[in-house]
């Protein structure tokens, strides 16, 4: 069986993938921490939703008094 892994032909192409792969890690970074904010503000957001509704509960539960 024959490896498949691509050596470059000089060390500037290596030193070129290394800068892409760099590149593309920044992107993706950046990407991950924008989704990391976003799903923090959904989740306060939900947090909120989540007791706003256990005290309306609470109020019903005591004014009706079962």
Known sequence: MKSSIVLPDSL?????L???RFE???VFGELYI???IQ???LSQKHL???LKNLNKL???K???GS
Do not use: A
Not at 12 to 16: F, I, P, Q, R, V
């Open 48 to 50: 909120k939703m989540c």
């Open 62 to 64: 005591n004014s009706g």
């Open 18 to 20: 290394q800068v892409i």
């Open 58 to 60: 609470k109020s019903l």
């Open 39 to 41: 799903f923090e503000i």
């Open 24 to 26: 593309n890690f920044f």
């Open 34 to 36: 924008s989704f990391i």
């Open 12 to 16: 500037k192409d290596l030193e070129s």
